[in-house]
Every structure is written in C-alpha cells, then in structure tokens.
C-alpha cells in the first residue's frame, strides 16, 4: 500500500510524528513529490517564522511585567528549514522507497490547454490550479510507476479535486477519474480521501486487526512446531530419503537421495484464513543436507574432471567404489517449502505436503 498525501496533510504535524501517522507507518509507505517537499518547506517557513515572531512578542510582554527579564535564544530560521527539507528528502529512502516522485515532465502547452477548458484540478476560469496540477500528475506517475501496488491519495482540498456535487464531496471528479482510466490505472487500486482520520478508521485499522490477528497465529504456530514433535515426524517419514532428481537442483549425481538434514531452520513464510478456524501456512525449512547418490564409474571420472575445471561445481565425498559403480555423499544447504493447514480450535498443523525445494546455488552467477 503506498499512500500519497498532499501537502496540507503535513499542516498541522509537519514531521508526521503522532499517532495517525504511527498507525499508517504499519501497514503502508507515505510517498512524497517534490512538489509536495516544496511546498512544504514553503510553509514551515510561514509557521516557523510566525510562531517565532509570536513568542518574541510574549517574552517583551513578559519582560515588562517581571523583574528578571526572560532572554529566549535565537531560532536560526535557514538552518531550521534545511534541516527540515533534509527529513522530507530523506523520508522515502528510510522507509524503503528509494526514491521521491519527481516534478512531472509535462510540457507547458499541455498544461496551458487544461487550463484554458477548467479541467480539474483547475478552476472552472482557469486562473489557479497549477500546483494542485503538479500534485495530480505526480500521484499519476506513483500510480504507473507502482502497478501491482493500492494507491491512496489523501487531500483536504476538496474544492479542485472532489466532484462538483456537494453529496459527493467524498468521490473523485469526473476529470480526475478520466485521467485514471487514460493512463490503464484501475479505480479499483485507486484510493479517494478527503481526510486523514477516515482514511485510517476505514483502511488502516482493519488492516492492522489483520496483521495483529496473523502475528497472533504465527506465534501460536511457532510454539507448536517448537513445543512439539510434528514437523519433525513429517520431515521423518516424507523428506528424508526423497528422491531429489525431479527439483531444480546442483546434484553430485542423477538418483541424489536425502539421507538426513541438520542444523533446522523453520520459518512461516505467509499464513492466509481459509475459514474463521483455519489457516493455510506456508513454511520453508533450511537445513543443511546430506545428499548421496550412485554413479558409474565412467561418470565418476567425467564429474572429477568438471570439479578441477570449474570452481562452482559441487564438492562431495566418496563413499564407496567398486569396478562399475561409485556412491557420492555431498553436504548441501537446502530449502524444503512446506505447506499446510492450521486449526485455531484444536491447535494442530495438518495436511502438510512438499511443494519445491530449492538449493543456495544462484542460476545467474557463475560459480
């Protein structure tokens, strides 16, 4: 989820530090344009200097009234407001976004042409709208750039973005819904909010319910898989000795067998509600493996030909060697994905079944 918030969301907490803000932090990625940081640098500066303005006035107030005059230190206003611009800039990159929306490429004649018609975000003369239209087309770019991602745009600026008709105050206008579906952008990725608290009372929370709810199971899960023997009883009776030619795997031989896994890692990958009381959970188990396989001799000499020649081949031990055949051993790490079905009633993990395994060996490197 990746919400792009217009700059009169950051009005009345311009470093985004309450509550509302924590709870977004969640479960989405505040995305901001460069349009949006300037802006609001712009305005922290009004509010910056104002409020300083105001409390140089109260303390001569003061300093009239009592007998050791107050001596408030100076506010270095420019340094204030770059260290500001610095938290916007770097806001994306420390939430993982790697970057900023920058100022949309359109061409002056483009612009002028909307504005001459009042298309929205424009007013209906088309005198004003042109940051408002800077603002749009960079939540366009988001919304292109991020295709398989929801997009939420929160203004307060009902005025030039909101439909024309007071009961639809809450509704992108028909303009804006136009631009939508000229650029491929479904509506139903596509996300209208003309104010923080509903935005986070009708998505956000029921999202972070969700999460909890999963965090919830997962470590019931956990606690299962540790506190008993079931995962182990399934890699017992259905892992070790599978053969391992079928999977994509760098084996020493065809015929490859798992003969045992040490050094269990178990992770839950993904846990999705089949039902109120069940839960399809994906596993993987990284262990490291003790594969052997049978040979001819013939290809026994071949693969120790290919080990001198190629440093990526995989190292492995002989067992056993007669005139026709030699048996290999080799040490791998493997992971095994493992899905099954969890019951919050009885608290159990059942039909749990092999669906791939793969190995650390990279297909693109050359080893």
Known sequence: MLIFIDTN??????????VQFELIRKVGTIVLGEIIIDEAC???????????????????????????????????IESEIQEYRNFLEMYAFDRGMGETIEYPTVSHKDVVARAIIGKKPFK??????????????????????????????????????????????????????EDLEKNGIENSRFHYWTNLKEFIEQSIKPQIAVLENEESIKRMIESLIT??????????????????????????????????????????????????KHYLIELTING????????????????????????????????EKNEDTVTVQAIMQLYIHVNGKYSTSDKTISSLQLEYIEDSYCDFCSY
């Open 9 to 18: 969301i950051l009005y009345n907490d311009f470093y985004m530090k309450n």
């Open 227 to 276: 506190d008993t023997d079931i995962l182990q009883d399934y890699i017992n009776n259905n892992i070790i000795g599978l053969d391992l030619t079928p999977y994509d795997l760098l084996l020493p031989c065809v015929g490859s067998s798992l003969k045992s896994i040490d050094s269990l890692d178990i992770e839950i990958d993904e846990i999705t509600e089949i039902d109120e």
């Open 42 to 76: 712009k305005k922290y500066r009004e509010r910056l200097i104002e409020s300083y303005n105001a409390l140089k006035n109260d303390e001569r107030s003061i300093n009239g009234l009592i007998h050791n005059p107050l001596n408030i230190s100076s506010i270095d």
């Open 288 to 319: 490291i493996c003790n594969i052997e396989g049978k040979m001819l001799l013939s290809e026994y000499y071949k693969l120790v030909k290919e080990y001198k020649q190629n440093e990526w081949v995989i190292d492995f031990d002989v067992v």
């Open 124 to 177: 209906p003369d088309g005198k004003d709208g042109y940051r408002d239209y800077m603002v749009w087309l960079s939540c366009l770019e988001l919304s292109k750039r991020y295709t398989s991602e929801e997009i939420h745009f929160i203004t307060q600026n009902v005025a030039d973005f909101s439909a024309d008709n007071k009961e639809k105050k809450k509704v992108l206008h028909n303009d804006l819904l």
